[in-house]
């Protein structure tokens, strides 16, 4: 089998699985968005044919801010420290996050199935991680601050920390 084979056969397995999605066949490449539990985010997959593999690549929907570089960084080295396939991965230039799982498919096999395992494990992984991941990398000073205007007071009367109470106890239909 070789890549464009293994083209061939994504598409179909994506097909199968209603999925909406844009190729690139001169570049064997795939380009669609997943939906996980924890939110939605790109997601590449490449087929390669030496060896026969498919990469996919799922990507932060968030740019990384200077100031917030380094903790990323620990974030991920420690994440990479506790996954079993693939890694993630920190251009520090255009603050770009992702996470790369390269599925070595095996051709003794059937093909879907494997297909469907690289693309479930990179899916499952990314998703873990999302929600923390989103969380370090938008904690900047700038954000911060918002969150803290945004967010109601700890103490004091209801009136006073932003919350309200209904007048009556009578429900109202709007």
């Not at 996470?99 to 095996?106: A, N």
Request: aromatic fraction near 6%.
């Amino acid at each position: 089998m070789d890549a464009k084979e293994l083209f061939e056969e994504v598409k179909a397995s994506l097909e199968e699985h209603k999925m909406e999605f844009l190729t690139d066949a001169d570049k064997n490449t795939f380009q669609l968005v997943i939906s996980g539990e924890s939110g939605q985010w790109q997601t590449r997959l490449v087929c390669e044919a030496e060896p026969l593999c498919l990469q996919v690549y799922c990507r932060l929907p968030l740019k990384i801010a200077g100031e917030q570089k380094n903790e990323v960084a620990l974030a991920l080295h420690k994440i990479n420290l506790g996954i079993r396939f693939g890694s993630y991965y920190f251009n520090p230039e255009n603050g770009v996050v992702g996470l790369q799982v390269p599925g070595v498919i095996s051709e003794g096999g059937e093909v879907q199935p494997q297909i469907g395992a690289w693309i479930s494990t990179a899916v499952s992984t990314f998703d873990e991680n999302l929600r923390s991941l989103t969380l370090v990398a938008g904690a900047t000073r700038k954000a911060r601050q918002k969150v803290r205007k945004l967010a109601p007071k700890s103490d004091g009367p209801v009136e006073e920390r932003g919350l309200s109470l209904p007048k009556s106890r009578r429900p109202e239909l709007n």
